[in-house]
């Protein structure tokens, strides 16, 4: 079973509007309300791929139920810990350009983190757990250190989908997959990636620190997948992008979902591009149709 962890999901309240004034009234031309959060995402579209999951961290208030009752529509097996209060609204307003006002959400006591420890701590090592996102602020991304070892010591895998030095530590965990965009490894190692050349190079750097497998997902420059083996480049393919929110947590559920049935890096690697591009290419998470269209233009090639 793939178990998606999201610590602080959201309403995702999607705004479309042609201009925005500041300062007056403005009529929305279109909007949409969806259950949000990285690991959410990632089982909304597993789902699609006909993979089962099931979907765990902190819910609460009338939003919480929202999310849950929206999960549980889709086929989304949930098992969420509650907490006191609501969880938050993420407003994504999409104009000329796209604009995001994300909430803080809520307070989580340390009986609901023990809450969710335990519910960890009960998986086998036929199970694989994708963290996912950010921490609630009064627990702070440190806390995922305090959570993958629950994870690791049953014999589950954990895929890890972080940044910076979330992602850093996380490598002590020796992750399935870990995923920056190009930037984030610019980032992480104070270097500037001129080539991809120098992606794998980095991205090598990551494997030596304890990943099983990298994804550097480079937009509209394709992606590289490097393994204790090899190196896959999957070229870019075109389109108008019309939705970067989900794009990178398709990526993963693509990857994933296949790496869990065939343990194969390589057609994991074609279903997490084909489901990473289906998504920016769409104004939600992407259909299976598309992803299955899209999924035939995927060339990757060895490096």
Not at 147 to 168: I, K, N, Y
Not at 196 to 208: F, I, N, S
Request: proline share 3%; glycine share 8%.
């Amino acid at each position: 079973m793939i178990y998606t962890v999201t610590l602080n999901p959201s309403i995702d309240f999607i705004v479309r509007i042609d201009q925005i004034d500041l300062g007056s009234v403005n009529r929305m031309a279109s909007d949409d309300k969806f259950a949000g959060g990285k690991g959410i995402n990632v089982s909304r579209v597993l789902q699609r791929l006909g993979i089962a999951s099931t979907a765990t961290g902190f819910l609460g208030g009338f939003t919480g139920h929202f999310i849950e009752e929206s999960l549980r529509a889709e086929g989304i097996k949930t098992d969420f810990v509650e907490v006191d209060q609501d969880t938050r609204i993420n407003v994504k307003i999409k104009s000329q350009e796209e604009t995001e006002l994300n909430g803080q959400g809520p307070v989580i006591s340390q009986e609901q983190l023990e809450d969710l420890k335990t519910k960890l701590s009960q998986l086998t090592a036929e199970d694989t757990v994708v963290f996912a996102g950010s921490a609630p602020a009064n627990l702070g991304n440190a806390v995922y250190k305090e959570l993958m070892p629950w994870v690791r010591q049953s014999g589950a895998q954990a895929v890890c989908d972080f940044e910076g030095q979330t992602l850093l530590d996380a490598l002590a965990f020796k992750p399935l997959l870990v995923k920056p965009n190009n930037h984030e490894l610019e980032a992480i190692f104070g270097t500037t990636l001129t080539s991809l050349d120098d992606v794998e190079t980095y991205a090598r750097r990551l494997l030596e620190m304890g990943a099983q497998h990298v994804i550097i997902s480079m937009a509209g420059d394709g992606a590289l997948l490097v393994t204790k083996e090899a190196a896959y480049f999957a070229k870019p393919i075109k389109g108008r992008v019309k939705n970067s929110v989900g794009a990178g947590d398709s990526m993963v559920a693509g990857f994933t979902g296949e790496f869990v049935k065939s343990k194969d890096p390589i057609e994991a690697l074609k279903w997490g591009v084909a489901c990473g591009t289906a998504t920016a290419f769409s104004d939600d998470l992407a259909t299976i149709a598309f992803i299955k269209e899209t999924y035939h233009k995927v060339e990757v090639e060895k490096r």
